[in-house]
C-alpha cells in the first residue's frame, strides 16, 4: 500500500512540477540602438522645452533598410524559441499613427502640457516590459565578413540597463549579415535570458520599479501642506504610497508645498490576477483622493515607467 502511494505522488510530481517550473517571460520587443541609427541615417530632430534632440527615426528605418527588418525577424526567431513573446516594431509604430490624439494636455483649463519623447510614446504604446536593443557593425577582411554586435535588455519602464552582450561572430565567405548576426548571437543568447528571466523574477518577487510625481494646479487653491479632515495632504499621499507598495519601499526623493517626487517605488504586478500598470497603480491614488478628500487631479503618463498626478482639476 505504501508503495503505490509513493508511486501516485511520484506520478502527480511529473505531471504538476513542470506546469510550476514554466516561468511567465517577460514582453520583449526588439529596436535598433540610437547609435546604429545616426550611423546609417535614420534619424530626426525634435523640440523639447526649447532645446533640441536627436531620435531615431524606425519608421524611416524600416522603410529603406531590408537588412534591418531580416535582423530583426532572426532576432525574433532565436527570442521565440526561447519562449520569450515579442511586441513587433512596426506594428507598434503603426498603432501610434492610428492614435487620434496623443495625452499631451494635462488640463483643458489650464493649458498646461506634458512633453514626451517618440521613445517614451513607443515603450507606452508597446506596453513591453523589456526593450532588447540591438548594435551590429559588418567587418571586412577581403573576401571574408564577420559581425559584431552589441545587444543591450533595458527596462522599458525605468530605462535602466539589466542586461548586456557584446561579441563577434566568425568570418563567413558568402553568409548574408543577419545570418552571421544570428551567428553571432547565438552563443550568447541564453546567457543573456537568463539575465532577463532574472530580472523579470525579482519584479514578480518584489515588484515593478516605477516613479511618481505629484504636482498642484494653479488653480487648486491649497498646497500639499494644506490640511484636509485633520490631515497634512503630502502626508496623506505619502502613506496612500507606502500601503500600496511591495514592502513600502519607495524613496520619497524631494518633497514642497507644491511639488512630490518618489523614485524606486515598488508596485506590484499583479493585483487579482489582473495586470497592473503605472497608470492603473496611480489611478488608486487619485481615485483615493476623490473619494476620501474631495479633491479632484488628473493623471499624466511619460513613457510607461513616470505617472505625474496633477492636483486641483480633473
Known amino acids: 500500500m505504501n508503495n503505490k502511494y509513493i508511486f501516485l505522488s511520484l506520478v502527480l510530481l511529473i505531471i504538476v512540477n513542470p506546469l510550476f517550473s514554466q516561468a511567465k517571460k517577460p514582453t520583449i520587443m526588439v529596436v535598433p540602438s540610437i547609435n546604429w541609427c545616426e550611423q546609417n541615417g535614420y534619424t530626426y530632430e525634435y523640440n523639447v522645452q526649447g532645446r533640441t534632440q536627436i531620435a531615431p527615426d524606425y519608421d524611416l528605418a524600416l522603410a529603406k533598410s531590408t537588412e534591418l527588418k531580416l535582423v530583426i525577424a532572426k532576432i525574433a526567431g532565436l527570442m521565440g524559441e526561447r519562449g520569450f513573446p515579442l511586441k513587433d516594431l512596426e506594428s507598434t509604430l503603426q498603432s501610434i499613427k492610428n492614435i487620434a490624439a496623443e495625452d499631451m494636455v494635462t488640463s483643458s483649463r489650464?493649458?498646461?502640457?506634458?512633453?514626451?519623447?517618440?521613445?517614451?510614446?513607443?515603450?507606452?504604446?508597446?506596453?513591453?516590459?523589456?526593450?532588447?536593443?540591438?548594435?551590429?557593425?559588418?567587418?571586412?577582411?577581403?573576401?571574408?565578413?564577420?559581425?559584431?554586435?552589441?545587444?543591450?535588455?533595458?527596462?522599458?519602464?525605468?530605462?535602466?540597463?539589466?542586461?548586456?552582450?557584446?561579441g563577434t561572430g566568425p568570418e563567413n565567405g558568402s553568409a548574408t549579415v543577419p545570418v552571421l548576426l544570428e551567428t553571432a548571437v547565438l552563443a550568447h543568447i541564453d546567457n543573456f535570458n537568463s539575465r532577463l528571466q532574472a530580472f523579470f523574477d525579482d519584479m514578480f518577487e518584489n515588484g515593478r520599479e516605477v516613479a511618481l510625481r505629484i504636482a498642484v494646479f494653479d488653480s487648486f487653491g491649497e498646497d500639499l501642506e494644506s490640511e484636509f479632515n485633520g490631515d497634512i495632504l503630502s502626508q496623506v499621499i505619502e502613506d496612500w504610497v507606502y500601503d500600496n507598495t511591495i514592502q513600502g519601499r519607495f524613496s520619497l526623493l524631494d518633497a514642497t508645498e507644491n511639488f512630490m517626487m518618489?523614485?524606486?517605488?515598488?508596485?506590484?504586478?499583479?493585483?487579482?490576477?489582473?495586470?497592473?500598470?503605472?497608470?492603473?497603480?496611480?489611478?488608486?491614488?487619485?481615485?483615493?483622493?476623490?473619494?476620501?478628500?474631495?479633491?479632484?487631479?488628473?493623471?499624466?503618463m511619460r513613457g510607461l515607467g513616470q505617472a505625474t498626478i496633477i492636483i486641483g482639476e480633473r
Do not use: C, H
Open 110 to 166: 489650464s493649458g498646461a502640457e506634458i512633453q514626451e519623447s517618440p521613445l517614451d510614446q513607443l515603450k507606452r504604446v508597446a506596453r513591453a516590459d523589456i526593450i532588447m536593443e540591438l548594435t551590429w557593425n559588418v567587418n571586412n577582411r577581403g573576401p571574408f565578413k564577420s559581425v559584431s554586435f552589441i545587444l543591450r535588455g533595458l527596462d522599458a519602464y525605468t530605462n535602466k540597463q539589466i542586461a548586456e552582450s557584446v
Open 262 to 300: 518618489f523614485e524606486q517605488v515598488r508596485i506590484p504586478l499583479f493585483e487579482n490576477e489582473r495586470a497592473i500598470d503605472t497608470r492603473t497603480w496611480a489611478r488608486g491614488l487619485s481615485i483615493y483622493l476623490r473619494k476620501d478628500y474631495s479633491i479632484d487631479s488628473k493623471i499624466v
